[in-house]
């Protein structure tokens, strides 16, 4: 795996690296910061023609009817930086490209292979814009490839590795350090720190007051961390009053646990987040503008949290939340919750539409903010 944490940060920096399949070796790189002229220098270090690895969910932006898995667009060798950026994450691809290029470049799709699936997990764990230009080193740049990989200049990584990147090694989670650190809602407070196992993302237990000595279920919030919203209040979203409302709901409980998981952006990070409020700017909302950067509408996954969980000896909890899905990911990994309760922030002219289509769209319980309505707190 450690192959792996190196890969993310080359790739994070703009270096290609290489991805080993059997007995291919490719050459992948991000594309941001791709210049002018990638595109001809990774074919002249591969010896072949590279091809734009895109998701399903760009796919389905380009136009690709049938997008139920990540595929392969071949480019020409004279393809710019522009043009990479039109096709990865352009928000008018149409425009930018030219529908009749975009149908020829649509009918030239190949099949994914493991390398290139291993590259969008890379950049997908990288926090990078979920394409990747690949290139198949041909049997003359060989030499040429396996001397770079020598003498250090480039490093290599088994596909099936990089592939699994996203998963985590279940169990394997640090517990780092921790502190008493006193709250305006909740005086006693432990933050305990927990870092993943390739060392790549930290997250935090808050602790307040001595949950689950008892046989109740324990006070828990999910929180994913949100920059914008958490520690500037921003008023897009209504993450930082859902924030200091769960620290005061749960001390009003009796005490209990919020987890802050370092999930910004739903886990596609900060930078889309900003480019996908860009696009939001234009019209699309928060699950299209995801969408067109090649993400899924909800790229977060709680192993982790139900991994921490463990280390704390929680089995059984009430969940402070509105989203099912975190209700249905807690009770896959084990963790029973007993009941819901909602957890509202302030509706807002510049959330509501936010909060509209992750009602309207992707379940959300949010009637009672939107509707000025009443939510039963249902159980789950
Ligand atoms: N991609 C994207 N992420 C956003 C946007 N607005 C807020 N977020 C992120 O959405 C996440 C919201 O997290 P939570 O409040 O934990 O979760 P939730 O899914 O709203 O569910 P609740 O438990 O009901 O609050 C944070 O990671 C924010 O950074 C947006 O427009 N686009
Ligand atoms: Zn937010």
Redo the contacts with the bound molecule.
């Keep these: 795996m450690h192959q792996v944490e190196r890969a993310i940060f080359d790739l994070r920096r703009g270096l290609p690296v290489v991805v080993v399949a059997g007995d291919t070796r490719v050459l992948v790189q991000a594309i941001e910061g791709a210049g002018e002229d990638t595109v001809s220098r990774l074919a002249g270090h591969a010896g072949d023609t590279p091809s734009l690895v895109l998701s399903r969910h760009r796919l389905a932006v380009l136009g690709e009817p049938d997008a139920r898995r990540l595929a392969r667009l071949p480019l020409t060798e004279g393809t710019g930086r522009q043009r990479l950026v039109d096709l990865a994450f352009g928000i008018r691809p149409e425009l930018a490209v030219g529908r009749d290029e975009l149908a020829d470049w649509r009918r030239s799709l190949a099949p994914a292979e493991a390398a290139d699936r291993a590259a969008l997990a890379l950049m997908r764990r990288a926090l990078l814009i979920p394409a990747a230009l690949v290139a198949r080193v041909s049997e003359a740049q060989r030499p040429a490839v396996e001397a770079r990989l020598e003498e250090g200049t480039w490093l290599a990584v088994r596909a099936e590795q990089a592939e699994h990147c996203l998963e985590g090694d279940v169990g394997m989670l640090k517990r780092v350090s921790e502190a008493q650190i006193p709250l305006a809602d909740a005086f006693d407070c432990r933050f305990i720190l927990f870092r993943e196992p390739d060392g790549l993302r930290e997250h935090v237990a808050v602790v307040i007051g001595e949950p689950g000595n008892g046989e109740d279920a324990v006070p828990l919030?999910?929180?994913?961390?949100?920059?914008?919203?958490d520690l500037f209040g921003s008023l897009?979203?209504?993450?930082g009053e859902?924030l200091r409302n769960a620290v005061a709901d749960i001390q009003a409980l009796g005490g209990g646990v919020l987890l802050y998981?370092a999930?910004?952006?739903?886990?596609?990070g900060l930078a889309?987040?900003l480019r996908?409020?860009t696009f939001?700017d234009t019209g699309l909302d928060?699950l299209d503008?995801?969408q067109v950067l090649g993400?899924g509408e909800?790229e977060?996954r709680y192993g982790v949290a139900v991994d921490i969980l463990d280390a704390l000896g929680i089995r059984r909890v009430q969940l402070?939340?509105?989203?099912p899905?975190?209700v249905a990911a807690l009770a896959e990994g084990g963790i029973e919750v007993v009941e819901r309760q909602a957890?509202y922030g302030s509706l807002n002219d510049h959330n509501r539409r936010?909060l509209s289509a992750?009602s309207e769209r992707?379940g959300?319980?949010l009637d009672a903010v939107l509707n000025g309505g009443q939510d039963p707190a249902a159980r789950p």
Excluded at 320 to 323: A, E, H, Q, S, V
């Design positions: 919030r999910l929180h994913s961390a949100c920059l914008t919203g897009r979203c209504d993450c859902q998981l999930q910004e952006g739903r886990g596609i889309n987040k996908a409020y939001q928060t503008a995801d993400f909800d977060r402070l939340t509105n989203n899905d975190k957890l936010y992750k992707a959300h319980l």
